[in-house]
Structure formats: structure tokens, C-alpha cells
């Protein structure tokens, strides 16, 4: 009777061994499986930036004294407008023109271009090797280019 | 010995358990830093630095090129435009230095008004 017993506990132990190695099982297993997750690093990003008329001016200019605040561009006759202006000219022949407003940057752009600069003097100018000197008037020229 | 049908559900359940657990064990994975960011400066998960804008030489009404760092300096896409909604420029990322031509399609001085770069790895 008493050896019955003991087999019944036994069995019992047995069982519940069983029950926590079936239960460890499915942990290590399920553990194998998702250990391996990653999740890639990804970097991205975006960038504004407001661009002020000085920014796209010549480096010449801006060390010559003046800083632009609006631009005016065009081909052919381009007068300026306002102060401190970037007058910008085209690949053809063009005449820049200051407009007495105050002194501005003018660039000329390939050609045989004409600059007129403020009566009293002082407007810089980026002609091309194709500008003759008479067609340079009250301008300095701080750059030849093209 | 067969075993009891009781005592076979009863270990595929012990199973089923222990797979339960080791899921809710790892549902906390580890995610590695990021960087992420968008609209403006201050979000951006990239620095731009030293901005250079160069006039097209032969014809200065248009914008050649922009010029900048970067950092990281591992961005692999960079891509720039000169003012909202215009066109998107691919560009060269070299060390750090990067330079986009904006020469096709030509973007007039007049209409560059706001540089807006994207960057990813």
C-alpha cells in the first residue's frame, strides 16, 4: 500500500517536472525566434532656408563695401531700381544701368557689355573680357569674368 | 505506458505557456538612435553649414550652383531646390562637401528665394 503511494507521488513529481520543462520549452524556443529582431538605424532629414539677395552676390562686391537687398535680372537694357541692388545681365550684350538710386553690384555676364554707373561713383562692377574700357563708365571693376 | 490524453494536453499547454511568456518577454525591443526631421533648421537631424550660392558665369540672371557641409557626413541622397515647389537637384556629396548643379532646368537669381535640402542615408 505504502509503495503504491510512493509510486503515485513520484509519478506526480515526474508529471509536474514534465509540465516545467514543457512550459521552458516553449520560452527558450520562442525566445530563439525573436531574438533576433533589428531595426535598422535610417537617418533623414530636411532643410529650409530662407535666401537673402546678398547670398547669391559676388564675393568681389561684398568685400567692396556692398551688400545687395533685392535683385533685378534681365537682357538687354537692365536699369536699377532701388539701392544696394544686384543688377544681373545675360550671356548677350547688355547695358546695366544705375539708376541713382544708390550703389549697386552690377554683373555684366558674357558679352561686350556697357556700364553706367552712379554719377558720383562708387557701384562695382564684374565685367566680361569682352567689355572695352570706354563702355565702363563711373563703375569699379572688381572681377573680369567670363 | 501511454500517456493520458489529460496529460498530453496538459504538456502542449505547458508549451503553449511558455511561448506566450517569451513573447511578452521580448515585446521590449531594443530600438536603435535614430535621426529624424522635417520643415525647418531647427528639427533638421542634419547640420548645413557654410551655404555658397555661385551666379552662372556666362549668364549671371541664373543660379549655377550651391555649395555646403553637411553633417553627418554619411548622407548618401542629397537633393536641393531654390525656392518651393521649383525643381529637385541631385547632388555630390563628397566627404562632407556637397554641391548641387542647378543648371537643368536654369533657376533665375530673381526666383531663388528659399534652399530647401533633403538628405537620407
Known amino acids: ?146 | 505506458m501511454r500517456p493520458r490524453p489529460l496529460t498530453l494536453a496538459l504538456v502542449v499547454l505547458a508549451v503553449l505557456a511558455g511561448a506566450l511568456l517569451g513573447r511578452v518577454a521580448t515585446a521590449a525591443n531594443t530600438v536603435p538612435t535614430g535621426l529624424v526631421g522635417q520643415g525647418s533648421q531647427a528639427t533638421s537631424a542634419y547640420s548645413i553649414t557654410g551655404i555658397g550660392y555661385t551666379l552662372d558665369v556666362n549668364n549671371p540672371q541664373d543660379v549655377a550652383q550651391v555649395a555646403f557641409t553637411i553633417s553627418p557626413s554619411s548622407a548618401r541622397v542629397v537633393k536641393a531646390r531654390l525656392y518651393n515647389a521649383g525643381s529637385w537637384y541631385a547632388c555630390t556629396n563628397s566627404a562632407g562637401s556637397v554641391t548641387c548643379a542647378t543648371t537643368s532646368p536654369a533657376v533665375p537669381a530673381t526666383s531663388a528665394n528659399n534652399l530647401t535640402v533633403v538628405a537620407t542615408q
Request: one cysteine or more; a positive charge; charged letters at 15%.
Open chain 1, 1 to 146: 500500500m505504502r509503495s503504491r503511494r510512493d509510486r503515485t507521488r513520484r509519478r506526480t513529481g515526474l508529471f509536474w517536472l514534465l509540465l516545467v520543462a514543457a512550459a521552458g520549452f516553449g520560452f527558450v524556443t520562442t525566445q530563439a525566434f525573436t531574438a533576433s529582431n533589428a531595426v535598422p538605424a535610417t537617418n533623414i532629414g530636411q532643410f529650409t532656408q530662407a535666401i537673402a539677395p546678398s547670398q547669391l552676390e559676388p564675393a568681389e562686391c561684398l568685400s567692396g563695401g556692398i551688400t545687395v537687398t533685392s535683385i533685378v535680372a534681365g537682357a538687354g537694357t537692365i536699369t536699377s531700381t532701388a539701392a544696394g541692388q544686384l543688377v544681373l545681365g545675360s550671356s548677350g550684350v547688355d547695358t546695366l544701368t544705375d539708376n541713382s538710386f544708390g550703389l549697386d553690384c552690377m554683373v555684366g555676364g558674357a558679352g561686350a557689355d556697357s556700364f553706367n554707373g552712379l554719377n558720383k561713383g562708387g557701384d562695382l562692377c564684374v565685367v566680361s573680357a569682352a567689355t572695352t574700357v570706354p563702355n565702363i563708365k563711373k563703375c569699379t571693376v572688381v572681377a573680369t569674368r567670363p
